[in-house]
């Protein structure tokens, strides 16, 4: 019907320029010719509009310049014809949409509540939160086949915690954003600390099923970022009203085309983007004594990363009699600490061996982790420093760990906790620059790495402007720079400058938080105070409200020239071995300039750390320089 008006409509609109071109004909003659020949001239006009008023349509007849029109004509009612046809199906097909959308809506979803997720704390130290805008997408339910979407305008390889801050923040900035995250593990986006920290803790015996845990303040939570009813199901992605983010988990990206914008997953689906987040974190080390002893060997060596990682060592810990970890730096010693605090209820032997003199010896001065070793001991765990290993066999039923000094260890289960290695295999097909000295892609300031393509997490090694070209392997580290990339893919062009900080603690009463570069390598000054019973990661817990250490609320940065010490300037001297070091502040300086701080037992003030850090003043009196953090309050 659509089609006929417009032809008719065609027609009419021609004949009357026809007509018009005529009488416009007639005033000419007339105006040159006289009476007679505009009579003449009149009597043909009615004739040719008689003959061209043919036809039920008034179409004209063949012959003459009706022919020419005819064509003409013909051309614009078949182009306006499929116009008109598209667009009503179009329309039918959006209609049909919106019934299925409406049969198929719980009206109780409306109702949904949000749920916040505090990703970290901002470059002036506030804690952030990055909630969607829109209500939780809603699924559409499709008579069709479901497959996978082929294109997605965003693209997250890697299912960590960097993937899920820049999902969030894609989000955030843009409410109707389609986000797809790629995970070739099984689980959906989980925080990777209480793996090694709070879950060993728990008192609930399924919580390996359940993956709850109840922080130091005695607040309990999920591992989980979000439920799974928060994703949107990755079929549907593309069809959902609202947009959403969606994990697709068991699968691995095995080429990636730059130029293309295209990759290709391990069971050979190719999916295209519009921006795409590299953060695909890293895999564990292993030691060449342990890979050259065979299969025996392999097998009873965890090397600890993941979900599926904490509910094997659980299950090997209320079983095995000896469990022995390798490494002695932040991993080892807080599982040193959790296993030895388990075995107190049981036979195990918890045993840890590292090469340093003691533990996180890399990262405190030497009197710091002699006392940090001690601890350890009191924690039931037979600690060997100095110990580097050799070979491992499978003898009888035991692992045999030889030292090359000539100890011998028998042992029935072994954890490596000897550091982390960037998965950079994307490189190659990408074309991407990887770094020679710390390893990871090389980023720009706002961690872009080509066109369209951005790295955050572990695999990113960026340039900092205060400290040089580094690479970090902490949790709020993967919080913002996951955030800023996602800020980045929509737009926003920030730089990454924030010193990201970390934490570690050896159960409830003794822990610290670290920013900037702490090597023990590094000159440093230690200024220590007596510790009361509020300095401990338990009650930092109970007065912040989170134990997840980079969720903690901005203090109250004061001024240096304002601070003024409740004690004498003497009483804040570093203190020397064989105290008791309660807490204290840990300065590490390079050219006489502060460019790490570790933070042992005091708790909510890594803001000031940061603000010091991003000074980088020399300062001729430290001790000064601590009274910003109130050591000596009671």
Not at 480 to 501: C, D, F, I
């Amino acid at each position: 019907m659509a089609l006929c008006r417009v032809s008719v409509w065609g027609v009419r609109t021609a004949r009357g320029g026809n007509q018009f071109r005529a009488r416009s004909c007639l005033r000419n003659v007339e105006k040159k010719g006289g009476r007679d020949e505009f009579l003449k001239q009149w009597s043909l006009l009615s004739d040719q509009s008689a003959r061209n008023a043919g036809g039920a349509a008034g179409v004209p007849n063949p012959g003459g310049d009706g022919t020419l029109y005819a064509m003409v004509l013909g051309v614009g009612a078949l182009g306006a014809g499929i116009y008109v046809y598209r667009t009503l199906q179009r329309d039918r097909s959006r209609f049909n949409d919106r019934l299925s959308y409406l049969s198929s809506k719980n009206p109780t979803d409306e109702q949904n509540e949000h749920k916040k997720d505090i990703q970290g704390v901002d470059d002036s130290g506030k804690e952030t939160v990055i909630a969607d805008k829109q209500p939780e997408p809603q699924r559409i339910e499709s008579s069709a086949p479901a497959e996978l979407p082929s294109h997605v305008p965003f693209l997250l390889i890697g299912g960590g915690t960097a993937s899920f801050a820049a999902a969030r923040s894609i989000r955030a900035r843009d409410p109707g954003a389609r986000v797809l995250i790629l995970s070739d593990e099984s689980e959906l986006p989980y925080m990777r600390p209480p793996l090694s920290k709070e879950l060993w803790f728990s008192e609930d015996a399924n919580v390996t099923e359940t993956l709850r845990f109840k922080q130091w303040n005695g607040k309990e939570r999920s591992i989980f970022f979000q439920p799974s009813s928060f994703y949107v199901p990755p079929e549907q992605l593309m069809s959902v009203e609202n947009g959403g983010v969606a994990v697709l988990t068991g699968r691995k990206v095995v080429h990636m085309d730059v130029r293309e914008n295209k990759v290709k997953l391990d069971n050979g689906t190719q999916i295209s983007y519009e921006k795409c987040l590299i953060a695909t974190g890293g895999t564990p080390r292993s030691l060449p004594a342990i890979d050259r002893a065979g299969e025996d060997v392999i097998k009873r060596t965890t090397l600890f990363r993941r979900i599926s990682d904490f509910q094997s060592l659980n299950s090997i810990s209320s079983s095995a009699g000896s469990i022995t970890i390798i490494g002695g730096g932040f991993l080892g010693s807080e599982l040193a600490c959790a296993l030895g605090r388990k075995a107190r209820q049981s036979d195990l032997e918890v045993i840890q061996m590292f090469p340093e003199s003691g533990n996180m010896g890399k990262v405190l001065p030497e009197y710091l982790s002699h006392w940090t070793t001690e601890k350890v001991r009191r924690e039931g765990v037979n600690v060997m420093s100095d110990a580097v290993v050799k070979s491992v066999r499978y003898q009888n039923g035991k692992l045999h760990i030889y030292l090359k000094d000539g100890r011998q260890v028998e042992t029935d289960h072994i954890v490596a906790a000897v550091g982390l290695e960037p998965n950079t295999e994307l490189a190659k097909s990408a074309g991407l620059e990887l770094d020679g000295d710390f390893g990871g892609y090389r980023v720009n300031a706002e961690l872009q790495a080509r066109n369209n393509v951005w790295v955050a997490g572990d695999a990113a090694c960026f340039y900092d402007i205060k400290l040089g070209r580094r690479r970090v392997e902490h949790h709020d580290h993967a919080v913002v720079s996951g955030r800023l990339a996602g800020e980045n893919m929509t737009g926003a062009a920030k730089p990454y400058w924030h010193q990201s900080m970390f934490w570690s603690d050896l159960g409830p009463e003794v822990g610290y938080e670290a920013i900037g570069i702490v090597d023990s390598a590094l000159p440093t000054v230690g200024v220590f105070a007596k510790a009361t019973e509020k300095d401990t990661p338990k009650r930092a817990a109970e007065e912040s409200g989170t134990g997840i250490r980079s969720e903690i609320e901005v203090v109250e940065i004061p001024q240096l020239d304002a601070v003024k010490s409740p004690v004498p300037a003497s009483e804040f001297a570093p203190a020397q071995q064989g105290e008791n070091y309660g807490k204290g502040v840990v300065f590490y300086l390079r050219d006489n300039v502060v460019v790490g701080l570790v933070l042992w037992n005091v708790f909510n003030r890594m803001p000031i750390a940061r603000k010091i850090i991003k000074d980088g003043e020399q300062h001729s009196d430290l001790n000064e320089v601590a009274k910003l953090f109130n050591i000596h309050e009671e």
